[in-house]
């Protein structure tokens, strides 16, 4: 699912400070990276002159799942934003691992707070299952992505191909239920 707000004139589309959360059930166990939660920027990729015709989105930060050696799994906080430049990067950056212990075969709630910001000014929460596990500042959108349209997308997926690494087994899924965006903290209530 992928949320890139509303088809207006507003580049900017998604809120400067959202909450965006949503209910997930790891139905067995699978092996490598899987992405639940990701948030990415429009960049330019093609201009005609001074006309911007093409763009492709970076993935900015994201939440994946990272199977722990007990069958449950922990979640890995990653970002392609340098820390010292503050720009986008192509290589991907691990800011941290959370020692979540999320069974296999039960429903859990991610939701996260996600203020973008450049020069440090922006701002990551995460709430497993109600309770704080993260909050960290620092840069979450790049300066040197240039916006066409649409410029901010948030994307709930379960990425299993060569792009994320080895799985195993390849066909595997995960199932998400009440996805929401606010600007108000919704927390673990149906």
């Known amino acids: 699912m992928n949320l890139q707000g509303p088809f207006d004139e507003d580049p900017q589309n998604l809120p400067d400070d959202g909450y965006y959360s949503a209910w997930y059930y790891i139905p067995f166990v699978f092996q490598g990276d899987s992405n639940v939660f990701q948030f990415k920027q429009s960049d330019v990729t093609q201009w005609d002159g001074d006309t911007p015709t093409k763009h492709t989105r970076r993935m900015l930060w994201k939440i994946g799942l990272n199977h722990a050696s007990d069958d449950t ?85 379960h990425y299993l191909s060569d792009y994320q690494g080895y799985v195993a087994p390849g066909d595997s899924w995960i199932f998400v239920d009440d996805a929401v965006l606010a600007t108000t903290r919704t927390g673990t209530a149906d």
């Open 73 to 157: 799994y922990d979640l890995e906080i990653r970002t392609r934003i340098d820390p010292e430049t503050g720009e986008w990067s192509p290589e991907s950056i691990q800011l941290g691992m959370i020692d979540a212990d999320i069974p296999v075969g039960e429903w859990f709630h991610l939701e996260t707070r996600y203020k973008w910001g450049q020069n440090g000014d922006g701002h990551t929460t995460i709430w497993l299952n109600g309770e704080r596990v993260w909050d960290w500042s620092g840069t979450t959108w790049a300066p040197n992505l240039v916006c066409m349209h649409r410029c901010r997308e948030f994307v709930i997926s």
